[in-house]
């Protein structure tokens, strides 16, 4: 049976937490609320609903250009990323590799460092070889960003693949080719969507190194961004609540994802 002490304990620890929470999602909450509701002279007023910010939302050409490049970017960054960390993961995975240890550190590095510092390295970079920044510079940006998490997640389930099973296909009379198909891809396809989804979490809310990759293109973040300096309207709370929800979307799908299985996989 607990103490007084224990469940006095217990209470302070719930409260805190609780205390935390409503700090943390109090400014979320009540953004919802007023992409719906209007505030006039500091009072709420409750009449006022209506969901019309969201429909003009839809008929908001610069807000639907951004979302068409968020996904763009997003997707085609996450494709990349995903292709590389297989291969990537296979290449520091095999005995006769190179530079294992700075390949890695070229990989992580970006995810590491500040998003300021990995902006700014890839603006600098990017005047040096007189590419124009667009959507091109975007997707090299995030897909840097995002590389270090599908690589991580590829290689710990790479690393926990038994050596036998390669062996065994190699025994068998398959080749590269076919080992990789049959024996590696199938293995690794469940770590490869579960970063593919962290990416595209990822992807989506990152803004500030498509700040300084960006030119003249917008992404939705940058979109956001751009119409708050104008003040807070209820289309813009309205935007901020799709965003949001958005990512919780793309975080919960993330974390089934990554949730522990109830069985063992069989290797």
């Known amino acids: 049976m607990r103490s007084t002490g224990e469940r006095i304990a217990e209470f302070a620890a719930g409260t805190l937490t609780a205390i935390v929470f409503i700090i943390l999602y109090a400014p979320l909450i009540i953004g919802v609320l007023f992409s719906v509701v209007q505030i006039r002279q500091g009072r709420i007023l409750w009449e006022t609903f209506s969901v019309s910010p969201y429909v003009t939302l839809w008929s908001n050409q610069s807000v639907l250009s951004a979302l068409s490049n968020t996904a763009i970017v997003a997707l085609a960054s996450v494709v990349i990323a995903s292709v590389l960390a297989i291969l990537l993961a296979l290449y520091t995975e095999w005995e006769g590799a190179i530079g294992r240890r700075f390949i890695e550190l070229v990989i992580y590095l970006p995810f590491l460092l500040p998003p ?74 469940s770590a490869v969507m579960t970063g593919a989804v962290l990416a595209l979490t990822l992807s989506f809310d990152e803004t500030l190194i498509s700040t300084f990759v ?26 901020v609540t799709l965003v949001l929800l958005v990512s919780i979307a793309f975080a919960l799908i993330a974390a089934w994802r990554l949730r522990p299985k109830g069985e063992v996989e069989e290797d």
């Open 214 to 239: 960006a030119g003249d293109q917008m992404t939705l973040p940058l979109r956001l961004w751009a119409m708050m300096r104008v003040g807070f309207t209820p289309e813009i709370n309205a935007l």
């Open 116 to 189: 300021i510092v990995t902006g700014l390295s890839l603006l600098v970079s990017s005047a040096q070889l007189g590419i124009n920044r667009g959507l091109l510079t975007i997707v090299v940006g995030h897909t840097v960003f995002v590389l270090a998490v599908a690589y991580r997640l590829v290689l710990t389930r790479l690393q926990a693949l038994p050596k036998s099973l390669v062996e065994a296909s190699f025994d068998l009379g398959a080749g590269r080719w076919q080992t990789l198909r049959y024996v590696l891809m199938p293995h690794l396809a």
